[in-house]
């Protein structure tokens, strides 16, 4: 029997004739663990390594003795040959492994150092790539200059998300996510620091005259995301007082061969107190940040301008307008109930504007543009800016209102800006989008089929063609408000009670006032005190950053040469107001005997904004050459992507450095 591994061996093969090898065998057995078993005279061995020791070398020699003396028999003799052979042949393999396994021991260990410290060597050098990596992407990324924002990112999202308002929501969902991770896009560098296209609104300088329009972010959810972009304004809303649906689905389109687009959202909006307590969490926030509490005084403080930054946009040498809108239902022809809609949002977002916009030109609300007739306007405004007037704030918003470029003749025109003086608001947004279907671009360029197609969809365009059109308008409208409030007829002038004049009869929304001299003193009163002038007593009440620019386009030391245009920038200081003595600070003490013109610079100048196909730098520089403080954009930031603002702004510098 033989068994293998700690199981008994039994060597009764061995004979007894192998007397002398016995004592040798008995005592090698000892050694090794072998065990004699006296009454059968069997061997036992009683382990593993007794066999192995019996199978080694040592112990095989006795029987290699007998055989050789042929005192073993044949069998047990060539069985003992076997197992020692196979024994010396188990000890060499032993012995090599042994030898191998010392080695590779010895060279494992030192294999591990070189190798571990290699490893370690390539991990570190792996690992910096991808920090510096992750860093150099962060950086590209998030910079509003890389070009991936107009080239990838635009016509991917057009590409995975067809439908023009998902992408819409879609952009803004990850603008929104972005920035609260700090990845969001943003202008890197401060281009803007060295001040070559400072403007200044309202008793604020800001850093660039480039602002985004409404309708980017209707309920004031991205305000912040939206200023990293780098406009010196950014626009929210249009809010209504409560939420409302708009129009049903589908309502935006794109028109890719011309970077245009179609839409009739019809003012669909969360309602101004949803849009408020956003607004107030954010200043909340701000306040919180910068050490002041989370509470009501805090919010109290940033907004009384005690963080030294404008109480809406909360970012030096910015702006925050909010515009407000009145409910689809509405109806237009009661004049007080739509001026009440307006100042119910007045009433839960003035607080924290900067500027307050009325829209009263969106084509998508019907009889909504109807409101810029003199008489309803004037209505609308005036109760507007006394609302606003009341905001519980130490600096009080300034409002403008936003004119559609559809109402585009004289006449028009003029009886609007007869609105803006008369209500006192401070200025006028020039347009929106148009009803009207310009020719495409290049001229004479035939439209594809299907966009052919959807020019046919009832909504408002918005494209780069609109913009000879708003030039021409802001030109019409910056002469027309510098005319001055009201042009008095000789009578007038005589202070002869003028002749009722259709529609500009009935202005209050109470339906009783008439357009007097009074009425305009007070308005043009009002808007005094609310427009200070630039004193050191005004500029410590505000406490907001208030540089003085010497020329209204720039703030670069040279600012009317740099921005010099095709034709000359408007100077304020050249112009006169023909026939304004009734509204004179003079006759409105009651020397209304002084009929002597009032320049405009002891006026208030009416700011214009300017919006409606302004897509690159050198569009910017005219239409702020031709009268406007700020040059805004939408539909360009929808086919530029995030970078482009500060391309403008950059085209802006390159187009002032040519000229
Ligand atoms: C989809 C879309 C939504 C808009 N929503 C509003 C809005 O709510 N209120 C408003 O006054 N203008 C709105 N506008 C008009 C823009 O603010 C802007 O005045 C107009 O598009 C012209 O400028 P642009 O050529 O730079 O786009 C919207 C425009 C678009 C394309």
């Known amino acids: 029997m033989f068994h293998h591994r700690h199981r008994l061996v039994t ?60 005192q073993l028999s044949t069998g047990s003799a060539r ?59 962060y950086l590209y990324i998030t910079d509003t200059r890389a070009s991936i924002h107009e080239y ?56 660039n005259p480039i602002g985004t329009s409404a309708g980017l972010d209707k309920n004031a959810e991205i305000p912040d995301p939206v200023l990293a972009l780098g406009p010196g304004l950014v626009e929210v809303g249009g809010m209504t007082p409560f939420p409302q649906e708009g129009n049903p689905k589908p309502r935006v ?36 940040q910068l050490g002041l509490g989370l509470d009501p005084e805090a919010e109290k403080a940033v907004l009384d301008g005690e963080a030294g930054v404008p109480p809406g946009s909360l970012t030096p040498g910015r702006l925050l307008a909010v515009q407000v809108a009145k409910m689809k239902g509405t109806p237009d022809n009661d004049i007080e109930a739509v001026a009440r809609d307006y100042v119910y949002c007045v009433n839960q977002l003035a607080k924290y504007a900067d500027v307050l916009v009325v829209n009263v030109s969106s084509p998508n609300t019907p009889g909504l543009r109807s409101l810029q007739q003199t008489a309803p306007l004037t209505a609308i405004l005036t109760s507007v800016v006394g609302a606003a007037q009341a905001t519980d704030r130490k600096t009080k918003p300034a409002v403008m209102v936003k004119v559609s470029p559809d109402e585009d003749s004289e006449e028009q025109v ?58 021409a308008l802001v030109k019409q409208y910056r002469k027309t408000l510098d005319k001055g409030p009201i042009q008095l007829t000789p009578e007038e002038q005589r202070g002869e009670k003028p002749e009722p004049k259709g529609s500009d009869v009935q202005i209050g929304h109470d339906g009783s006032a008439e357009i007097t001299p009074e009425r305009v003193d007070e308005s043009v009163q009002r808007d005094q005190q609310r427009l200070k002038p630039m004193t050191a007593e005004a500029e410590a009440e505000s406490k907001q950053p208030i540089i003085k620019i010497p020329e209204r386009h720039a ?15 408007f100077s304020a200081s050249t112009h006169a107001v023909q026939g304004t003595s009734s509204r004179s600070p003079a ?73």
């Open 414 to 471: 003029r009886g609007i800006c007869d609105a803006i003086w008369a209500s006192g608001v401070d200025g006028v947004i020039v347009g929106n989008t148009t009803k009207k279907r310009p020719d495409p671009l290049p001229r004479g360029y035939v439209l594809p089929a299907k966009e052919e197609q959807l020019m046919l969809e009832q909504g408002g365009y918005s494209g780069p063609q609109m913009f000879e059109r708003t030039l």
């Open 253 to 288: 389109w794109r028109i890719p061969s011309q970077n245009a687009l179609i839409n009739r959202y019809g003012l669909n909006s969360e309602g101004a107190a949803n849009a408020a307590l956003r607004l107030r969490q954010r200043v909340r926030q701000f306040a919180y």
């Open 555 to 569: 703030g670069s030391a040279e600012p009317a040469h740099e921005l010099q245009a095709a034709e000359p920038a």
């Open 152 to 207: 990838v990112v635009v016509p991917l999202l057009r590409t995975l998300v067809p439908d023009a308002e998902e992408a819409h929501k879609y952009g803004n969902k990850s603008l929104k996510a972005l920035y609260s991770f700090g990845l969001h896009p943003r202008e890197r560098g401060n281009p803007d620091a060295k001040g070559d296209l400072r403007v200044e609104v309202f008793g604020h300088v800001l850093d």
């Open 79 to 137: 069985f003992a040959r076997q197992l020692h052979f196979q024994a010396q042949l188990r000890h060499r393999q032993n012995a090599a492994s042994q030898v191998k396994a010392q080695y590779r021991s010895v060279s494992t260990t030192t294999a591990t150092d070189v190798g571990s410290g290699l490893t370690r060597f390539k991990n570190i050098v792996l690992g910096s790539s991808i920090v510096v990596f992750l860093s150099f992407s």
């Open 587 to 659: 006759a409105s003490a009651g020397n209304s005997s002084n009929t002597s013109p009032t320049p405009v610079s002891e006026q208030k100048e009416k700011v214009i904004f300017a919006t409606g196909g302004i897509t690159n730098g050198k569009q910017a520089l005219e239409v702020l050459n031709a009268g406007a403080s700020v040059a805004m954009v939408y539909t360009a930031v929808v086919y530029g992507g995030a970078g482009t603002i500060s391309r403008i702004k950059s085209e802006m510098r390159e187009e002032m450095k040519k000229r």
């Open 11 to 70: 060597l009764d093969y061995l004979p007894k004739a192998v007397i002398d090898a016995k004592k040798l065998y008995a005592w090698h057995s000892r050694r090794i663990g072998v065990t004699n078993d006296a009454d059968s005279g069997s061997r036992h061995i009683t382990s593993l390594d007794a066999m192995r020791g019996l199978a080694g070398w040592s112990a095989a020699r006795p029987y290699i003795q007998a055989s050789s003396r042929s």
